[in-house]
């Protein structure tokens, strides 16, 4: 049974356009009440807390979370790292990503294809703490075989609207 549940997470879900422009509100503002979606989509409450309750239980909606401007919060350098394994199998590319979700520098991490196997969102205090990270933290995970480090000058477009 659950993993039953776990295997439809992964399909993709029949949304109709209430439902699509749900999902559009709480992505613009996740802190909207029921009853303000439900007028803005010319529904009762009722059916749109039915509506988001199955989104979230599908996995449609994963979580509510607030936008931090990194650089207000002391957070004034963002890089994006590119790792490559030295060997590419189940076992070191499990033993990298256990480790990355370890690192409370790296708020995004991303699988992807090409001459790298990773992509990693970093951000951290100043060049000398990324430094630190660096030779401290993700150059002693095992497995790593090249890296390469893009220092973000200026963020242009940054969203979490897909709809």
Request: aromatic share 6%.
């Amino acid at each position: 049974m659950n993993s039953e549940i776990e295997q439809s997470k992964n399909l993709p879900m029949f949304l109709d356009t209430k439902d699509l422009e749900i999902l559009r509100l709480l992505q613009v503002n996740a802190k909207l009440t029921v009853r303000e979606i439900a007028s803005k989509i010319h529904l009762s409450s009722t059916p749109v807390h039915e509506r988001i309750k199955r989104m979230e239980k599908n996995g449609v909606i994963q979580q509510y979370a607030a936008l931090v401007d990194h650089r207000l919060v002391n957070k004034g350098i963002m890089v994006i790292c590119q790792v490559s394994l030295k060997e590419h199998d189940k076992k070191m590319a499990q033993l990298f990503i256990n480790a990355v979700l370890q690192f409370k520098e790296v708020i995004e991490c991303y699988n992807i294809s090409g001459e790298f196997d990773f992509m990693l969102k970093i951000v951290t205090e100043s060049m000398d703490s990324y430094h630190q990270f660096f030779v401290n933290q993700l150059s002693e995970v095992k497995g790593i075989g090249q890296t390469k480090s893009i220092f973000v000058m200026n963020v242009v477009k940054q969203t979490h609207q897909i709809l």
